[in-house]
Structure formats: structure tokens, C-alpha cells
């Protein structure tokens, strides 16, 4: 698992090659390591996992219903973090909290997928698989946003 984050977070790096001051170059980097992670994604989950042909023939299916409810929450996220990087120089204070309230809505609605879907996931695989699952999840999910946040310059 070591070696496949390793991967990962190189893929990540890669991708977010940008300078804080350069605004379009920031998003484009996210889109592309986006992209990146995404292809990698999968195949590091199935490294990891191991299962079985009959486990495999039920996970699968579940993982592109919760990859797909995920990447729509995702792409507000890069819609957020586009006028993020369009204004981040020069926000009011009204529109700095505006957009604080819009990341917080956007973790509630990533809680919530991750929710519905692990509860789905529960009732046809193991409880253990499932776990191991989100744990994968989670650790990709922080080298991602550890790089990102490197990335992604403090309101000024």
C-alpha cells in the first residue's frame, strides 16, 4: 500500500506544479492532477483490497455508483476553487465568508455520499472490506488535499 501512495502522491505532485500567484495555472494544475489521481485511483483500490471474483462482481459496480455521486460534489469543489483562484487577491469580506460557507456545504455534501454509500456497501460486502475500502479512500483523499493545500494560496 506504501508503494501505491507513494505513486499517488508523486502522480499529485506532478500535476500541481504551479506558483501561488498564478491563477490559472492553479486550477488547471487541479484539473489535471484530477485527472491523474483518477486514473490511479482504482487500480491502487485494487491492489489494496484483493477480492475475490464474487467480491469484485459486487464491489465494482457499488464504487463507480459512489466515484460517480462523488465526482459531481467534486466538481462543484473545482468550481469553488476556480473563483477561488480567480479573487483570492482581492476579496471582500462578504465574499470571503461566501465562500467559506460554500467549502463547508461542500464537506457536509462529501460526509453525506460517503454515508449513503458505505450503509449501501455494508449490506453486500463484509464489514471489513468496506472499512478497509474507506480507510484506502480517506488515505488518497489527504495526500491529495496536503498537496493541494501547498498549492492553494491564503487569502491576502
Known sequence: MKRSLVLLALAISLGLTSNAGAQIEGS???RLTRSAVQAERQAIIATNLQLD???RAVF?????????DLNAAINSRVD???Q????????????????L?????????????????????SKALSGRTVAKFF????????IIDYE???????IK
Open 28 to 30: 488547471e494544475a487541479i
Open 53 to 55: 471474483e464474487t467480491e
Open 60 to 68: 465494482w459496480p457499488l464504487y463507480q455508483e459512489y466515484r460517480n
Open 80 to 82: 469553488f476553487l476556480d
Open 84 to 99: 477561488y483562484f480567480a479573487s483570492y487577491e482581492t476579496l471582500t469580506d462578504k465574499e470571503a465568508v461566501a465562500l
Open 101 to 121: 460557507e460554500r467549502h463547508l456545504a461542500w464537506e457536509q455534501e462529501v460526509l453525506k455520499i460517503r454515508t449513503k454509500h458505505a450503509k449501501k456497501m
Open 135 to 142: 480507510q484506502i479512500e480517506n488515505k488518497m483523499d489527504i
Open 148 to 154: 493541494m493545500a501547498g498549492e492553494i494560496p491564503l
